[in-house]
């Protein structure tokens, strides 16, 4: 190339660049405050299928773009072709994607989900931006390792909403919840392996396994109360056995939930129209269930902090607290989203009056 169009070329890249950075910093901006609610679009397009498509023309154009600037002869005229292509098609569909899907529609764990995702897509762009060289040197006064790093950071993203597309938001639910119930079975083990007492308690740890349980019947209820039998307990410690038989039952519920109310949920992926999303009331429904399924493990943090500090009342408080939470959770969805009452309607009225049996005990 003649040196004044290898000049022409250069500038013309960093006017690119910058305009870029400004469009991503507006962006960003607006992910980080709540999205305008626009009146309905006729004939508007599946958010999902937009995102997906628009994620998958994102990866495609950063491989490119890294392999342009990792590459010699650095070209500057052709990364100026595939930035202006983020900025005219991709990058505006994926905001019009989440302005296309508003949480009361698609529910607030689906939205922010979206939000998420594209903010740190643009965070990660601008990191990108900022590793394209500027000058005939290429790659040189950059870092290639800094290049793909950020390169697959970007690839995972744009991976993640493709799989939201098609997995839809009852398999991003269930993982949802699949996570608190990970993070409330790791406060159980945590409270299993501390004794307070300093006791042996390789007898009870054995009875009160979670192996073998069933929804159908309460074994590690009734193993945990037998191995207490003759034992001399101080209150603290008797208070901790009880605490871990109440998060036993919480944690039954999880799976469930799961199974019985978020994968029989009318699912919403990148082939569902506007006139079959679920009704607005059922959209609530899950977002609540969601959200009390987040303040049993919020919960059982703080009854452990009480429990490590021996604050028997905060402890007692804070189980009540738990409790009602849980029996209010039972009850928004004990009927099936048919309207109609199944298998887990029989099961939670047993699982409540189970759970109201051990506080009162």
């Given amino acids: 190339m003649a ?4 000049s022409d070329a250069l500038a013309t890249l960093k006017t690119t660049i910058l305009n870029l950075k400004t469009l991503l910093h507006r962006f960003h901006t607006a ?11 006729e ?68 939205h922010q989900y979206i939000q998420t995702s594209l903010s740190r897509m643009m965070m990660e762009l601008q990191s990108l931006l900022a590793l394209i060289p500027q000058d005939e040197h290429g790659i040189e006064k950059t870092g290639s390792r800094d290049i793909l790093a950020s390169t697959g950071v970007l690839w995972a993203e744009c991976d993640k909403v493709v ?12 993982e949802r919840i699949e996570e608190f119930h990970g993070l409330l079975k790791d406060a159980i083990a945590e409270l299993e392996e501390w004794d307070p007492d300093e006791e042996s308690e390789s007898d009870t740890d054995s009875l009160t396994s979670n192996k073998g349980t069933t929804s159908s019947a309460w074994p590690v209820d009734a193993s945990l109360e037998k191995s207490l039998q003759g034992l001399t307990l ?22 469930a939930l799961i199974k019985r109310r978020i994968l029989t949920f009318s699912n919403i992926n990148n082939s569902t129209t506007s006139e079959s999303l679920p009704t607005s009331s059922h959209i609530q429904s899950l977002d609540a269930l969601l959200d009390h399924t987040k303040q049993f493990t919020e919960e059982t943090d703080e009854i452990a ?57």
């Avoid at 040196?3 to 290898?6: E, G, N, V």
């Avoid at 799989?163 to 269930?174: D, V």
């Avoid at 009342?313 to 099936?336: F, M, T």
């Fill in 43 to 110: 004939d508007s397009p599946n958010p999902l299928a937009l995102l997906s498509d628009a994620s998958q023309i994102l990866k495609a154009q950063t491989t490119k773009l890294s392999l342009l600037i990792l590459n010699k002869p650095f070209t500057a005229s052709a990364i100026v072709f595939i930035l202006n292509s983020l900025s005219n098609s991709c990058l505006p569909a994926m905001m019009s994607a989440l302005e296309l899907c508003p949480a009361e529609k698609y529910t607030n764990l689906l």
């Fill in 3 to 6: 040196p004044s169009k290898q």
């Fill in 163 to 174: 799989a939201l597309g098609s997995g839809g938001l009852t398999r991003l639910a269930a």
């Fill in 305 to 361: 902090g009480a429990l490590y500090a021996g604050d028997e009342e905060e402890v007692e408080d804070r189980l009540g607290n738990l409790a009602e939470i849980s029996k209010i959770c039972v009850e928004e969805v004990r009927i099936g989203w048919g309207g109609n009452e199944d298998e887990f309607t029989a099961w939670a009225e047993k699982w409540k009056a189970r759970l109201e049996e051990v506080r009162r005990g």
């Fill in 234 to 255: 101080s209150p603290v410690a008797a208070l901790r056995k009880r605490t871990l038989v109440i998060l036993r039952i919480i944690r039954l519920l999880y799976p």
């Fill in 31 to 41: 992910l980080q405050s709540p999205t305008p609610v626009h009146p309905p679009i």
